[in-house]
């Protein structure tokens, strides 16, 4: 019996092929989108999955403004966050998120569901999103994807 083809392949730096693709959010739900794309940059979707490696593609996510969240979790949802201060925690619904920042909402999501790590870290690094159509990665070329 030939025992080289069990042989388990670990991924590294050097021979991963990270490819940018690109994510229209329009009419999309937040969670389901958000789950996708946390599984495409950690690489999930890859036979060549690797835990410990960065070996997921680079995700640009356009139309992040008209993303929809189900229910009344436009209103009821609160997002939290500390400013270091003795009573200084803030409080901010998706609703005034997408006001101010529509691409924080996405972000938010996706951090989420990342790895709390120094790999997770990294892997967060790999997502691009922007409020309109317009994106700065056209030189990378990146493929529309639809999830």
């Given at each position: 019996m030939?025992?080289?083809?069990y042989k388990?392949?670990?991924?590294n730096?050097?021979?991963?092929?990270?490819e940018?693709?690109?994510?229209?959010?329009?009419?999309?739900?937040?969670?389901?989108?958000?789950?996708?794309?946390a599984?495409?940059?950690?690489?999930?979707?890859?036979p060549?999955?690797?835990?410990h490696?960065d070996?997921?593609?680079?995700?640009i996510?356009?139309?992040?403004?008209?993303?929809?969240?189900?229910?009344?979790?436009?209103?009821?949802?609160?997002y939290?966050?500390?400013?270091g201060?003795?009573?200084?925690q803030?409080f901010i619904?998706?609703k005034?998120?997408?006001?101010k920042?529509?691409?924080?909402?996405i972000e938010?999501a996706?951090r989420g569901?990342l790895?709390?790590?120094r790999?997770?870290r990294?892997?967060?690094k790999?997502?691009?999103?922007?409020a309109?159509?317009?994106?700065?990665?056209e030189?990378q070329n990146?493929?529309?994807v639809?999830f």
């Amino acid at each position: 019996m030939n025992t080289l083809s069990y042989k388990t392949v670990s991924a590294n730096k050097n021979t991963i092929n990270k490819e940018w693709i690109v994510v229209d959010a329009e009419g999309e739900i937040l969670g389901r989108l958000a789950s996708e794309i946390a599984k495409v940059i950690r690489g999930k979707h890859k036979p060549s999955f690797t835990p410990h490696v960065d070996c997921g593609d680079n995700v640009i996510v356009i139309n992040a403004e008209k993303i929809r969240l189900t229910g009344n979790k436009l209103g009821d949802k609160t997002y939290v966050r500390y400013t270091g201060y003795p009573g200084g925690q803030r409080f901010i619904t998706p609703k005034e998120l997408l006001a101010k920042h529509p691409e924080r909402i996405i972000e938010k999501a996706v951090r989420g569901m990342l790895p709390k790590n120094r790999l997770g870290r990294q892997l967060f690094k790999n997502l691009y999103v922007y409020a309109g159509t317009e994106h700065k990665q056209e030189a990378q070329n990146p493929k529309p994807v639809k999830f």
